[in-house]
């Protein structure tokens, strides 16, 4: 073994050599030195720490050449002097061990000599200085990992005479190009591998970092172990029909993997796969999979959903996936083809499933009967949904229909028992005959702006439905459509609907209220009301806007209405005079009633305020002289001056607990009024309060004696009122 200098810096007669500061030689002649290098006697054995020096200064830039017999004592990481960048193989070594020079960080040149025949697994892994090498036409085997993770390596030259092996600027290869060995120009974002290559070899890609993009043709077989370990920048991959093997840690550590598609002619996916892939959110594994290795997911906390077939053996998952990440079977266009009866025998309670991407329509009888199915994701693709495409699907909880579907005909969701919501799109025009009829826990559901038809009998025995709202595209309605909806208390109907079919209505038990537009046809509805409910008429916010007279003649014609949602203000004296005005709803949203909005409503016999409402003005309900009933907000702070003055109809009123003020002529000659229940939070009561309420014989006061005794009350708040205080009142 001989250490060799590509120049002496300085010239000196004398050159010394130590090895790790135990062994020293001096006196050797310079230009055997040079020419030859100096020998190393056989009893040193360690070369961390070589000094060379002449009489004048130390040496550097060391080219060792290796003995024959130290190839064979194991890794050399830990014994080669930092110094040394250029390393000789002696002639007669006939293969380089396994992992021999890994992590050998400053070695920038290899000089390999042709007597080696093979360089065992990871020879030179980690070397990150490394930039070329030379393999010699008596190569004949290099194992995987040879070169792996050589950051710098950037040309890998091959003996044209080599019958093994080959290279181009990206790679080296088996001499046919049917394996790539080695990737190594990692410069390069993307990659498309030769249409020769079957295999891919393990460690091929490891750590190519900016590698963002790779195409790999339908050929290849085999992904072989840790093949795209670490590349950080590959954001997805393909992977080609010809594929049958992935190996253990192939994607390990993608941490820009977001999503895979793997083909179904893949049985193995080895341990750890995809372990470490931090970014991966979905991953498709077809049926054709046999075999799973541990902890293929290890560390991917951003899975979401394992796509699989439906006759994937999700056993093989047991105990891989992540918490947080969800398996969806996916049906695809031959899974469909193959009819309901193939599906009821297929399809379990408890998975979720997904109709593929490129399927357009959901036929007839699809999924008929199908009374495992609990959860399906239907995607943009599909256009149309058949005839009892869903039906007697009593397990399917929830479902949402894309945007792209135009058509869904009769019956499509019809005895869907379980469904609670679906989400219709904007597109669909028509809802069809007993489209959700007998969906039985369907509870809210919202008819899109494009619809104009609603088929017969299409919402009946929706038992737990309990309003709804028809758009003003809507132009017809046929015949049952909301039968049997005993849950039902309010429906609003647009002015744009002509005709109304028989039964609409019937046995709709609870159904309270029917908010029709001002301009509606109430004709249509004749003898299809049912007797518990009323019809009301739309107030809008530009009705308020137009002022007391036209609200006059307004509830003239319309004696039984509704304040439109999204109103937030009753103003002063709105319905100041309404004589014909018998029932109105306010809607939650509203906050605040002004002075005087109901005075001298002298037909409307009661009324609820929401409890959005924080503030009622002065003289807000005087003079209702029929008001038999009121519900207060409960967050009202004050009972306004004369806000119920000459109520001579109310009987009981409860103040809420959120008032702390009753004002001054608050219930002035409300004769008729036999009890109130006042809270402790009162803490003032202000003048003629309960003046002339004669038949008052009871004030239940929520607080003790001594908390009445402490409320402020003004000169006659009681005057003419003979009421008992009741104290430490309990509703």
Not at 101 to 128: H, K, M, W
Not at 129 to 154: E, M, R, Y
Not at 598 to 604: P, V
Request: contains cysteine; hydrophobic residues 35%.
């Amino acid at each position: 073994m001989k250490i060799s200098f590509k120049k002496l810096k300085t010239a000196g007669d004398n050159i010394r050599v130590s090895f790790d500061n135990k062994n020293t030689f001096e006196n050797f002649d310079k230009n055997t030195a040079l020419a030859d290098g100096i020998p190393v006697p056989n009893e040193c054995t360690d070369f961390s720490n070589i000094v060379v020096k002449t009489d004048k200064s130390e040496i550097t830039d060391l080219v060792y050449e290796i003995p024959v017999e130290l190839l064979d004592s194991g890794n050399l990481s830990a014994k080669l002097d930092s110094r040394i960048k250029k390393l000789r193989i002696p002639d007669g070594a006939t293969s380089i061990g396994m992992a021999k020079f890994q992590n050998c960080s400053s070695l920038t040149d290899v000089e390999i000599p042709s007597s080696v025949t093979r360089i065992y697994l990871a020879a030179f892994y980690g070397c990150s200085s490394l930039i070329s090498i030379k393999i010699p036409d008596s190569v004949t085997s290099i194992d995987g990992a040879a070169f792996a993770k050589c950051s710098n390596l950037t040309n890998i030259i091959v003996s044209r005479n080599n019958e093994y092996y080959s290279a181009d600027k990206y790679a080296l290869y088996d001499k046919n190009k049917t394996k790539i060995i080695q990737f190594y120009n990692r410069s390069t974002d993307n990659f498309t591998i030769p249409n020769s290559v079957t295999l891919i070899g393990p460690y091929a890609f490891q750590y190519c970092s900016n590698l963002t993009s790779i195409n790999i043709p339908n050929g290849v077989t085999t992904i072989g172990e840790y093949t795209f370990s670490n590349c950080i920048s590959l954001t997805s991959i393909g992977i080609p029909n010809s594929v049958t093997y992935i190996g253990r840690g192939a994607f390990q550590n993608c941490s820009g993997l977001t999503s895979i598609n793997m083909s179904d002619s893949v049985t193995s996916i080895n341990g750890g796969a995809f372990a470490g892939c931090i970014d991966l959110t979905s991953i498709t594994i077809p049926d054709s999979v046999t075999s799973i290795g541990e902890s293929v997911f290890d560390n991917c906390p951003n899975l979401k959903s394992i796509i699989v077939g439906l006759k994937f053996d999700q056993l093989l998952l047991e105990g891989k996936i992540p918490s947080n990440a969800q398996i969806i079977v996916q049906i695809t266009q031959e899974d469909l083809d193959k009819g309901s009866d193939y599906l009821r025998e297929l399809i379990q309670t408890s998975r979720t499933y997904k109709i593929a991407d490129d399927v357009t329509s959901i036929g007839d009888d699809t999924f008929n009967g199908c009374s495992n199915l609990a959860s399906i994701n239907i995607p943009e693709s599909v256009t149309f949904i058949g005839d009892c495409a869903f039906m007697g699907c009593s397990s399917l909880t929830s479902i949402s229909i894309p945007n792209s579907v135009t058509f869904i005909k009769r019956n499509a969701f019809n005895s869907c028992s379980s469904l609670t919501s679906i989400d219709i799109p904007d597109s669909v025009t028509s809802i069809n005959a007993g489209t959700f009829a007998g969906c039985s826990s369907l509870t809210s559901i919202e008819i899109p702006n494009g619809v104009t038809f609603i088929g017969e009998c299409a919402f009946s025995e929706c038992y737990s439905l309990t309003n709804i709202n028809i758009p003003s595209s809507v132009t017809s309605i046929a015949y049952g459509v909301f039968e049997y909806c005993s849950g039902l208390t309010n429906i609003t109907i647009p002015e744009s609907v002509t005709s109304i079919g028989d039964s609409i209505f019937n046995n709709c038990s609870n159904l309270k209220s029917i908010i029709v537009d001002p301009n509606f046809d109430q004709t249509l509805l004749e003898g299809k009301v049912p007797s518990g409910a009323q019809i009301m008429v739309l107030i809008t916010q530009e009705d308020l806007d137009k002022g007391n007279n036209y609200l006059q003649e307004f509830t003239q014609a319309h004696p039984v209405c509704k304040i439109a949602d999204g109103v937030t203000s009753i103003g002063e004296a709105a319905f100041w005079g309404c004589r014909s005005l018998t029932s109105i709803t306010i809607p939650e949203g509203v906050t605040s009633i002004d002075e005087q909005a109901f005075s001298y409503c002298s037909s409307l016999t009661n009324i609820e305020i929401p409890d959005t409402v924080t503030s009622i003005g002065n003289l807000a309900f005087a003079d209702c002289n029929r008001l038999t009933n009121i519900k207060l907000s409960n967050n009202i702070t004050f009972i306004s001056n004369n806000a119920f003055e000459h109520c001579s109809s109310l009987t009981n009123i409860t103040i809420p607990n959120s008032a702390i003020f009753i004002g001054n002529n608050a219930f002035r000659n409300c004769n008729s009024l036999t009890s109130i229940i006042i809270p402790e939070s009162i803490n003032i009561i202000g003048r003629y309060a309960f003046i002339n309420c004669s038949s008052l014989t009871s004030i239940n006061y929520m607080g003790t004696e001594e908390q009445w005794n402490n409320i402020t009350k003004d000169d006659g708040w009681n005057s003419g009122c003979p009421a008992v205080i009741n104290y430490n009142y309990v509703e």
